[in-house]
Nanobody, 126 residues
Framework: QVQLVESGGGLVQAGGSLRLSCAAS????????MGWFRQAPGKEREFVTT????????YYTDSVKGRFTISRDNVQNRVYLQMNSLKPEDTAVYYC???????????????????WGQGTQVTVSS
């Protein structure tokens, strides 16, 4: 069983930055592929970014490339999402997700993840 708790969301002006953090329980964090997803009001949840077990591989959806950076700390059992140059269209609830007992790979599909956090709200004002 893995518990994921996100933090760091809030209200920021366009062009600003936020850093999201996801704390994971369990002793096998370094075996998990981690991802961030988001859900805007009235829209389906969408993939944002993913990171492999070692952090050696990452992948981003096109709309955040060059602005967002995912990273992880396998000692602290945390995954981070640094978000720069935020835009109003980045407004959403952001979810951390874990795919446990994975190989050194990345995962883009929601169906690949078996644990989810409760989400943290990010609001970008224009």
């Amino acid at each position: 069983q893995v518990q994921l708790v996100e933090s760091g969301g809030g209200l920021v002006q366009a062009g600003g930055s936020l850093r999201l953090s996801c704390a994971a329980s369990g002793r096998t964090f370094n075996r998990n592929v981690m991802g961030w997803f988001r859900q805007a009001p009235g829209k389906e949840r969408e993939f944002v970014t993913t990171i492999s077990r070692t952090g050696g591989r990452t992948y981003y959806t096109d709309s955040v490339k060059g602005r967002f950076t995912i990273s992880r700390d396998n000692v602290q059992n945390r995954v981070y999402l640094q978000m720069n140059s935020l835009k109003p269209e980045d407004t959403a609830v952001y979810y951390c997700a874990a795919r446990t007992q994975a190989a050194e790979t990345i995962s883009i599909g929601e169906y690949e993840y078996n644990y989810w956090g409760q989400g943290t709200q990010v609001t970008v004002s224009s």
